[in-house]
């Protein structure tokens, strides 16, 4: 079964650092999520990405995030100058264009900022 | 804005309990619903969806029930095992494909 694959699992960095995170679609999927979920609490939207440009996002994505596809497989996402309270697990989902709308998720990436 | 809340936040169970997890979402003008196991530290899976024009989805012992027009799904787990012990969230499609997640309900089943 195709599968949403995420890197790195898990990366540690310290504070004010760049991360990107990153995400390989399944392939013929055309729309891309990023969700985060701080630990303990809910899962929450931040953006969605649709023929490359984003098409909704939360309140939560502020300047200090960005996302692209940079070569037409990838997706990422990029925290310009992490926080302490970036520390949460990242998850990407994507979707193709049948009409249930059903999303499917990576394993998600952990950041842990120090 | 949507608010999804889930009822127990905790459960506990001996092995074999039929159980059920209740999800309850403010605007019932949704698109779809969905039901998702997580264990701890680890990613989504998602377990059953259920279409805005459906009632009910069953998948092997998981029986998922939407009532729209009173903004209520619940999850149906037959005769429990110790492998079920996971968090089980509920998320809405508020948007056609935006997700609004519930905290999840954290569910314990001991041999």
């Known amino acids: 079964e195709p599968e949403v694959t995420q890197t790195p699992s898990h990366q540690v960095t310290q504070m004010g650092q760049e991360v990107i995170l990153r995400c390989v679609p399944i392939s013929n999927h055309l729309y891309f999520y990023w969700y985060r979920q701080i630990l303990g609490q809910k899962v929450e939207f931040l953006v969605s990405f649709y023929n490359n440009e984003i098409s909704e996002k939360s309140e939560i994505f502020d300047d200090q995030f960005s996302v692209e596809r940079p070569d037409g497989s990838n997706f990422t996402l990029k925290i310009r100058s992490t926080k302490l309270e970036d520390s949460a697990m990242y998850f990407c989902a994507t979707r193709g264009g049948g009409n249930t709308g059903e999303l499917f998720f990576g394993e998600g990436s952990r950041l842990t900022v120090l | 804005k949507q608010e999804v809340t889930q009822i127990p936040a905790a459960l506990s169970v001996p092995e074999g309990e039929n159980l059920v997890l209740n999800c309850s979402f403010t605007?019932?003008?949704?698109?779809?619903l969905q039901w998702f196991r997580q264990d701890p530290g680890k990613g989504l899976t998602s377990l059953l969806l259920i279409q805005s024009s459906q009632r009910e989805q069953t998948s092997g012992r998981l029986n998922a029930s939407l009532d729209k027009s009173s903004g209520r799904s619940t999850l149906y787990i037959a005769a429990s095992q110790p492998g079920d012990s996971a968090t089980y969230l509920c998320a809405v499609y508020s948007g056609y494909s935006t997700l609004t997640f519930g905290k999840g309900t954290m569910l314990l089943v001991s041999p």
């Open positions: 605007d019932s003008a949704i698109y779809n």
